[in-house]
């Protein structure tokens, strides 16, 4: 077995969730944001290093994470802690069945991003409907997405991270989205690699962004 298969029970780092070879924390700046940022990822996700709503929470360090615990026989379905969200400030759920993308108003909105399947964004969005408007991207917003550690039917469906900025450069914050699809096009390629694809890790850094920052292409190719 190659050195770059990452073994079942193998150590992990806390942060990034890749074993400690492939670590990329501390490897790009933090992104800052004038928008509040709230990340419902469902239970079955919480740990799953694939998972962009995590990797949200760590590109933006002021992001709030909540996980979506279902319902039982015993117990309500729990999920967003409303007491973090802001009172006075509009609440933006991001959803494809939702309003397309208004104007930013003046005070801007606080976002929820719903991480999970397709299904679970479904049962989440039921289980905190009342707080915020639905809100999806717009049409022109939608393209290949990025996020190549899972199989999708349709690749304009954008990941978490990749849905959020979008929603960064309607609010005029350019650098921040582009900060984040860095963070991003780093979680996926080291993934890659951690999981032992070097031809896939290899083809995803041709068309990335990751190529005109110093040091991060060198990385771990010498290895």
Known sequence: MGRSVVLAGAPRCPGCRLPPRWCV??????????????????RAEAHRPS?????????????????????????APSGLDRGLLEPGRETWILHPEGE?????????????????SWRQAAEMLRAIEGPGRRVRLPDAAAGRSRSWLREQRDRARLSSAEALAVVLEAA????????????????????????GRRAAADAYLLDSPLRGVPGIAARFGSR
Not at 25 to 42: A, D, K, M, N, Q
Not at 51 to 74: E, F
Not at 100 to 115: C, E, I, S, T
Not at 173 to 183: F, K, N, Q, V
């Open 25 to 42: 924390c501390g490897l790009l700046e933090p992104v800052g944001t004038r928008l509040p940022v709230h990340v419902l990822i469902h």
């Open 51 to 75: 998972s962009t709503g995590r990797l949200v929470t760590r590109a933006i360090p002021a992001a709030h994470v909540h996980v979506y615990q279902r319902a039982t026989r015993d117990f």
């Open 100 to 116: 397309v993308l208004p104007a930013l108003p003046a005070l801007p909105p606080q976002v929820v991003l719903l991480d999970g």
């Open 172 to 195: 005029g914050e350019t650098e921040g989205a582009r900060g984040l699809r860095l963070w991003l096009e780093l979680h996926v390629w080291a993934t890659l690699l951690s999981r």
